[in-house]
């Protein structure tokens, strides 16, 4: 059922969430199969920015990774990453899930998900720097610590992955990234993954 799994990573600044809240605007409905989009448990308090996730103190998520409330987690930025249970449970009723990810996290992924999709999001790192600039959520020296970060990892390809190029209007973007699932879809309801 993983093949129903798709783990979007990039570095910050490549639009991962505002492709997203794009995506949750949208009627689905023209998608072969129903999508949900996992919503993430971080430990960030709400920053009234594009991606409504769960907030957590840093004690908060250490209780419930330990009760086992978390069926995928990981460290990046310094803030600590989860998802629920419950947010991949749509799987068993058909739907596909979407899960914005970490590129470190990948090789678990792989790993614990055989069969997921990876979609790699990228953007032209002068695009990087005015989006994380916008953003205003890093200044100074964390914000270059992002941008160089986002330089240096990459997450490894493999046959089969996924790639979107979010360089002009998230309109165009967006559109491109439903076409994307819809051939990742209806690839792989004709017998077997894509």
Not at 59 to 69: D, H, M, P, T, V
Not at 91 to 120: C, E, F, I
Not at 169 to 187: D, I, N, P, T
Request: net charge neutral; proline share 6%.
């Amino acid at each position: 059922m993983s093949h129903a799994l798709i783990y979007m990573v990039g570095p910050s600044g490549v639009g991962k969430d505002s492709l997203l809240a794009w995506l949750l605007q949208r009627p689905l409905c023209d998608l072969p199969v129903a999508l949900h989009i996992a919503r993430r448990s971080i430990t960030r308090p709400e920053d009234g920015g594009t991606e409504t996730h769960e907030p957590l103190t840093e004690k908060q998520f250490a209780n419930l990774e330990s009760a086992g409330a978390f069926v995928m987690c990981w460290h990046a930025n310094g803030l600590h990453y989860g998802i629920r249970h419950t947010e991949l449970a749509p799987m068993a009723k058909g739907y596909w899930v979407l899960v914005n990810g970490s590129r470190a996290y990948v090789p678990t992924l792989r790993q614990d998900w055989p069969g997921a999709s990876v979609l790699h999001i990228q953007a032209p790192q002068d695009v990087v720097r005015n989006r994380l600039l916008a953003r205003g959520r890093e200044k100074g020296e964390d914000l270059e610590a992002r941008i160089r970060r986002s330089q240096e990892f990459g997450a490894t390809r493999s046959p089969g992955d996924l790639e979107l190029v979010n360089a002009g209007s998230l309109e165009v973007s967006g559109y491109e990234l439903l076409a994307l699932l819809e051939r990742q879809m209806k690839a792989s309801t004709k017998g077997g993954h894509p």
